[in-house]
C-alpha cells in the first residue's frame, strides 16, 4: 500500500507539472536537471540537513568537511557529478524539518545526507520517506530510525551495536560488577542510548546502582555526580552528546571519581578531549571508526583531510565521507538521478569498502559491520585492549 500510495502521489504531482508547463510555468520533476547529461555522466543534486550552528557545530563542521572531500574526489573521478546542497538545521527539529522540506520540495534533489541528531531524523524520515526521497542519515544511532520506512537508510552503527560491543569489553577489561548510568533524557538520541545501555547491564547481571537524568545545558553535575559517587560504581555509563558528556567527566575526576565512563555514540568526538583535557582519560566508546587503522584507504582519506582542514577527521567526517561514496555509488547504478531508482540501488549496496571497513545496509536499510572499542588515554583515542 505505501509503494502504491507514493506512485499515485507521483502521477498526481507529474499531471500538476505538465498543467503548469501548459500555462508556460518552469517546474521540474524531482531530478530535473540533474537526472542526466549529454556527455554521459550522471549529474544529482543531493541535500544535506546538517548542524552546523549552535552547540553541536562540531559535528556538522565535521559531517560537512567529509562531505566536501568525497565530493571532489567523486566528480574528479567522472562516472557522476554531485552538486551539494546545505542547509543547517542547527540541531533543532523544526529546523530540520523545513530545511527537509525545502530540499525536497524546492531543490528537487535526488536524495538527502542527514539530518545530523536522531532527534531530528524523526521528524525529516517521514517526510522524506512519504516524499519518496532516499535519506541517508551519518550519524543517527537510536533505535528505529531505518524502520521509519523504506526511503530511510544509514551507515552509522546504532547504539544497538556498539554499545554492548563497549560495554563487555569493558566489563572484561575491570571485572565490573556494579554500575551508575546518566543520561540526558530530552533528547530521542541520547534516550535511545540509555535504553540499550540499560537493557544490556541487565542482560549482563550487572547491578545498577543508581540511574541520574540531565538536560541539554546544564552546567552543573554537582547532585547527579555525588550521588553516583556515594554509590561507589565500578563502571560509569553515560549517553550524552560530547558538550554535556565532557564537563560530567570534568567535574566527576574533579570530585574525586577515577572509575572508567562507557559512552554511548554522543562521545565519539575529539571535543571531548578539547573540552575535559586529562578528565576525559578513560573514556570507553565503540566505533566503525579508528584513524591509526594500517590502511592505505584510511591513511589517505586522513592526509587528504588533514591537509585540506588542518585537524584529523572524527567519526562523524569518516562517516559522512563513506555516505557519499555510497551514494554515488548508487546513482551510478540506477544511471539515473531517479529517487526510485536510486532508492532501489541503495538497498541493494553490499560489501562495499569504504575507509570504515566493509558495509553493507540489511534488509531494513541498517548497517552490517563491526565496531571497533576505542578509549582514551593520555589525550588520545586508542584501541582498547
Known amino acids: 500500500m505505501k509503494g502504491m500510495f507514493k506512485k499515485l502521489v507521483g502521477v498526481t504531482a507529474f499531471s500538476s507539472l505538465l498543467f503548469l508547463s501548459a500555462c508556460g510555468g518552469n517546474s521540474e520533476q524531482a531530478g530535473g536537471d540533474s537526472e542526466g547529461a549529454s556527455d554521459g555522466k550522471v549529474k544529482a543534486d543531493v541535500g544535506v540537513v546538517s548542524f552546523i550552528t549552535g552547540s553541536g557545530a562540531a559535528y556538522g563542521e565535521a559531517i560537512k568537511g567529509g562531505l566536501e ?9 567522472g562516472d557522476v557529478e554531485l552538486n551539494l546542497i546545505f542547509e543547517d538545521s542547527a540541531g533543532k527539529q523544526d ?11 524546492s531543490d528537487n534533489v535526488t536524495a538527502i545526507i542527514g539530518p545530523t541528531l536522531s532527534t531530528e531524523m524523526n521528524v525529516v524520515g517521514p517526510e522524506a520517506d512519504l516524499s519518496g526521497v532516499p535519506i541517508i542519515g551519518t550519524s543517527t544511532t537510536a533505535e528505529g530510525i531505518p524502520q521509519i520506512g523504506d526511503y530511510v537508510f544509514r551507515n552509522s552503527i546504532p547504539e544497538a551495536l556498539a554499545i554492548p560491543a563497549s560495554m563487555e569489553k569493558a566489563i572484561e577489561k575491570y571485572d565490573a560488577k556494579k554500575v551508575a548510568l546518566i543520561y540526558g533524557n530530552d533528547d530521542v538520541f541520547t534516550k535511545s542510548g540509555f535504553d540499550t545501555m540499560k537493557a544490556t547491564a541487565e542482560k549482563m547481571g550487572l547491578e545498577i546502582l543508581t540511574t541520574e537524568t540531565f538536560q541539554k545545558g546544564q552546567s552543573d553535575y554537582n547532585a547527579q555526580l555525588t550521588k553516583i559517587k556515594s554509590y561507589k560504581p565500578d563502571l560509569i555509563l553515560a ?25 554511548g555514540n554522543g562521545f565519539n568526538s575529539p571535543e ?5 583535557g586529562d578528565s576525559s582519560d578513560g573514556l570507553i566508546v565503540a566505533t566503525p571508526w579508528y584513524g ?41 547504478n540506477a544511471g539515473e538521478a531517479d529517487r526510485d531508482k536510486v532508492r532501489d540501488a541503495l538497498a541493494e549496496t553490499k560489501d562495499f569498502e569504504g ?20 578509549v582514551i588515554e593520555d589525550g588520545e583515542f586508542v584501541v582498547f585492549e
Open 239 to 263: 549517553s550524552a552528546l560530547y558538550n554535556e558528556g565532557a564537563v560530567i567527566m570534568d567535574q566527576a575526576r574533579k570530585m574525586g571519581i577515577d572509575v572508567p565512563f562507557v559512552g
Open 355 to 374: 575507509i570504515l571497513g566493509n558495509f553493507s545496509f540489511d534488509e531494513e536499510g541498517d548497517v552490517i559491520m563491526d565496531p571497533t572499542v576505542l
Open 292 to 332: 591509526e587503522k594500517e590502511d592505505p584507504k584510511v591513511q589517505g582519506f586522513v592526509k587528504k583531510f588533514k591537509e585540506k582542514y588542518g585537524n584529523d577527521p572524527d567519526q562523524f567526517a569518516a562517516q559522512a565521507y563513506d555516505a557519499l561514496y555510497i551514494l554515488a555509488d548508487a546513482i551510478k
Open 272 to 276: 571531548v578531549i578539547k573540552i575535559a
Open 69 to 77: 572531500l568525497a565530493k571532489e574526489e567523486i566528480n574528479e573521478k
Open 95 to 105: 529546523q530540520a524539518l523545513t530545511a527537509a522540506q525545502k530540499l525536497i520540495n
